[in-house]
């Protein structure tokens, strides 16, 4: 295929923004110049990461982004190209508006990126890291870690996962019912392929997480969307699709802040949902990817904590807790046959798990800087939260509903009228703010909502930033009324 466009820029690895928005950036002054038209092919992830020499998966990041944004599209097996419909809006402002040059392209600020809940890197404790990584390769016995291991991980690892789970978390296992895994995703990834075939039924919040509604579509799944409302899925919603559908296999849950809304499942609900698993032989796939940072009393047990329910898959991660480019994911389950299934398959594509890695980690558990490190991030992303809400009182209370969730690092916001989210988004879009389109959440009707962010922005950031998104909401607002 021929690719005649080339990126003409430098990075510049000494500004604060990015190497992968300014990438992304510099594509999207090419489309709005003209340079780059509809339909335009865009350059191979391994060949600009050969042209910049930088990591793949930074110009595979840029890539995400452009495709969030919906500047550009992916072709499976063909590549990347430049959108047919271009986010952009024809005749928003008429000539002579002082504000026109201002917002008819993007900025020379930084674009401000309202991801789904990324934890702060600049406070990860990357300097422990390097020196349990050091201290290991120090070690007399080093060259036992450097052969294949275990496929599950390291077992001394997944024994301190398990202490951790069954002490913070209230759960009762052991480590040879965990399976480390590279991320959450890849741990969802593992358990659709293992417990899901073509045909099954698996029930899925709505609104939700849709890159773990693709693994289980990938598996052959049939995806049955529950409603979710202030106490979290709606039990009604689950017993009607049980009863309209003989082939469901499992419910995927997100119970402890749920995603995107950070409502939390009740109680009398978590008990209703472990006696209808029970009782139909289905499986509860519990996603607790934000159990950590709790700002409450203590953060409400999983629902695989509970001894009555027989049949769960737990997912958790720690990429958020050491460094956000770490992937640490694990799973775990009580039933043995679907731990050796994950197994196999996971010898298949990656073998094992990055044993020196696990090592380092655990080493950090040992001496006690993963404990001290949530305490401290704990307190950091509680201040910016408080930060946030008082922001959100001043600018947004009159034209939205939110609440000041217990913990997690985003809020939900929701317009009190329903707003066109193709125009709020490139409004949005021309201001150098990007918010994930409410799309990305739903799973057939687009629902009127968007997830606010706070983790990895700084204090100004989310200032100026909410300032904007409140001036473009109640722009919205009041050409519908």
């Not at 009127?448 to 722009?475: H, P, T």
Request: hydrophobic share 40%.
């Amino acid at each position: 295929m021929i690719r005649p466009w080339k990126l003409e820029f430098e990075i510049d690895k000494t500004l604060e923004k990015a190497v992968y928005l300014q990438i992304a950036d510099t594509i999207i002054a090419d489309i709005r110049s003209g340079r780059l038209h509809a339909g335009d092919a865009l350059p191979g992830s391994r060949n600009m990461a050969s042209i910049f020499k930088i990591n793949r998966n930074t110009v595979v990041e840029a890539y995400q982004v452009l495709i969030n944004e919906e500047w550009v599209i992916s072709k499976e097996r063909k590549g990347i190209f430049v959108s047919e419909k271009l986010p952009v809006l024809q005749n928003r402002l008429g000539k002579g508006n002082p504000d026109t040059e201002e917002n008819s392209m993007i900025s020379r600020k930084s674009l401000i990126n309202f991801d789904d809940g990324h934890p702060d890197s600049k406070i990860a404790p990357v300097t422990e890291l390097a020196r349990a990584y050091r201290q290991i390769f120090n070690r007399k016995a080093r060259w036992q870690m450097m052969g294949y291991g275990d496929e599950h991980g390291d077992a001394e690892f997944r024994k301190a996962i398990s202490q951790m789970l069954n002490h913070q978390r209230g759960m009762h296992i052991r480590e040879n019912e965990i399976s480390i895994t590279r991320g959450s995703q890849m741990a969802m990834f593992l358990t659709a392929q293992c417990l899901l075939k073509t045909g099954d039924g698996i029930i899925v919040e709505n609104p939700g997480y849709q890159p773990a509604w693709k693994a289980f579509e990938y598996a052959g799944a049939k995806l049955l969307p529950a409603s979710v409302d202030n106490e979290g899925i709606i039990i009604e919603d689950i017993q009607r699709l049980l009863t309209e559908n003989k082939n469901i296999k499992a419910i995927y849950i997100t119970p402890h802040r749920q995603y995107p809304t950070t409502v939390t499942l009740s109680l009398a609900r978590r008990l209703e949902l472990i006696e209808l698993s029970n009782k139909h032989g289905i499986t509860i796939i519990e996603d607790d990817y934000d159990n950590e940072f709790h700002f409450g009393y203590r953060p409400i047990l999983p629902v695989s904590s509970f001894t009555e329910l027989n049949n769960y898959v737990y997912v958790g991660t720690l990429s958020k807790v050491v460094a956000p480019a770490l992937r640490i994911g694990y799973l775990v389950s009580k039933d043995p046959e679907l731990i050796r299934k994950v197994g196999d398959l996971r010898k298949i594509i990656d073998v094992q798990g990055d044993v020196i890695m696990e090592q380092a980690v655990l080493q950090l558990i040992k001496d006690g800087i993963v404990k001290k490190h949530i305490k401290k991030a704990t307190a950091h992303y509680k201040n910016k939260r408080d930060f946030v809400y008082d922001l959100l009182e001043k600018y947004l209370k009159g034209i939205s509903n939110f609440t000041l969730p217990e913990g997690g690092l985003a809020f939900w916001i929701v317009p009190k009228e329903n707003l066109d989210w193709k125009i709020a988004t490139s409004l949005l879009l021309e201001k150098n703010i990007a918010i994930i389109h409410p799309k990305q959440y739903s799973h057939d009707t687009i629902i009127n909502g968007f997830r606010l962010s706070y983790g990895s922005l700084s204090e100004e950031q989310l200032e100026d930033s909410i300032k904007i998104i409140a001036d473009v909401l109640k722009s919205q607002i009041s050409q519908m009324r």
